[in-house]
């Protein structure tokens, strides 16, 4: 198979799975999280070599927004969930529509000494399509309106793609081409989660701000509700 047709296979495989986790809440949302956060910890010691300074700054990585998106999605219903459906439909509406824009509209590389084949074309056009799938997941989960999810989704998409960019800068550093094998046509699990972990990163912070409007809220008990 192609390399497309590998990565959708896979997408196919995986979307479905988060999802069901997703809107489960509670405990299987948590280890699932948590598993993935692991695996994501064991592919960044395999890569940085297990270089103290490195694995430390890998555990807070990967730590703080695991344990940021187990609290969002304890927030009361429907942000709980919500909150976690617009992060997740943000990243994946970036990472879909940067891929085909990239490849379809080409033109100036957005940091080609990071990663060669991203551009700005990919980066923008995943912007647009962040905001527009943001904006449907607000306006249909009933918790607000279309231009506050539009609102949100674009810094979440610069997140996002920033998440993508470090951890490609990273690779790069330590000469990796990808953080495992575990996800045939995606790499390793770093490589399927970066977008997410950027993303999860600038929500937990919204949240604790109190500037995630009705979505991005953490719970305000420690139980919280699922």
Excluded: C, N
């Amino acid at each position: 198979m192609s390399e497309l047709q590998t990565r959708i296979l896979s997408a196919a495989v995986l979307a479905p799975i988060a999802l069901a986790a997703l809107l489960a809440g509670g405990l299987p949302f948590a280890i699932l999280v948590a598993l993935v956060a692991l695996i994501g910890l064991w592919e960044w010691i395999a890569i940085t070599g297990s270089r103290v300074l490195w694995m430390g700054f890998g555990l807070v990585y990967l730590a703080v927004p695991a344990a940021g998106l187990i609290l969002l999605r304890q927030a009361p219903s429907p942000a709980g969930w919500a909150a976690l459906l617009l992060i997740l439909a943000v990243v994946w509406a970036t990472d879909i529509a940067a891929y085909f824009a990239g490849r379809g509209i080409g033109g100036p590389k957005l940091w080609p000494r990071v990663s060669p084949k991203k551009t700005w074309s990919g980066a923008l056009g995943g912007l647009a399509a962040a905001i527009v799938a943001g904006g449907l997941v607000t306006a249909l989960s009933g918790i607000s309106g279309f231009l506050v999810g539009a609102a949100l989704a674009a810094p979440l998409s610069i997140a996002a793609q920033v998440g993508d960019l470090f951890e490609s800068a990273v690779k790069r550093r330590f000469g990796v081409k990808d953080s495992g094998t575990i996800i045939p046509g995606h790499g390793g699990v770093l490589d399927r989660v970066d977008g997410v972990l950027g993303a999860a990163w600038l929500a937990v912070l919204l949240a604790a701000l109190g500037l995630g409007q009705d979505i991005l809220v953490l719970p305000s008990t420690p139980g919280g509700a699922s």
